[in-house]
C-alpha cells in the first residue's frame, strides 16, 4: 500500500517555473515505477512524465520536453517535477501516481493516485 501527497502547486506567470513534490508512504516506494499526470478543465487525465524505480529511465511527454524534468529521491520517498518556462496550457490539476507495471503511460496502469495540486498558469 502507498499513499501519495502532492504539493508545490500554485499560480505562476508563462515563463516562470514550480518545482511540484510528491510525498510517499510504505515500505515498498523503491519498487514503484512513478508517474505525473495532468487534467485540465473539461480534458481527459493525461501522462506528463514518469520514472522508474531506480531513477535511471525517464519519460515525458512531447509538449514539455526541454522544459520538465522528473526526479525521485528513494531514501526521502519523494518525487519531484520542475517545471520550467510554463505555458498557459500546462495550467490544471497535476496529480502523482504509482505502479508496479510495465506500461507507464497509460493512467489505467498506474495503482495509486494522490490528491492532485492545481497549476494556474497565466499569460
Known amino acids: 500500500q502507498v499513499q501519495l501527497v502532492e504539493s508545490g502547486g500554485g499560480l505562476v506567470q508563462a515563463g516562470g517555473s514550480l518545482r511540484l513534490s510528491c510525498a510517499a508512504s510504505g515500505r515498498t516506494f523503491s519498487r514503484f515505477v512513478m508517474g505525473w499526470f495532468r487534467q485540465a478543465p473539461g480534458k481527459e487525465r493525461e501522462f506528463v512524465a514518469a520514472?522508474?524505480?531506480?531513477?535511471?529511465?525517464?519519460y515525458g511527454t512531447e509538449s514539455v520536453k526541454g522544459r520538465f524534468t522528473i526526479s525521485r529521491d528513494n531514501a526521502k520517498k519523494m518525487v519531484y517535477l520542475q517545471m520550467n518556462s510554463l505555458k498557459p496550457e500546462d495550467t490544471a490539476v497535476y496529480f502523482c501516481?504509482?505502479?508496479?507495471?510495465?506500461?507507464?503511460?497509460?493512467?489505467?496502469?498506474?495503482?495509486?493516485w494522490g490528491q492532485g495540486t492545481q497549476v494556474t498558469v497565466s499569460s
Open positions: 520514472i522508474g524505480s531506480n531513477g535511471a529511465r525517464t
Open positions: 501516481a504509482a505502479t508496479y507495471g510495465s506500461d507507464w503511460f497509460s493512467d489505467r496502469a498506474y495503482n495509486y
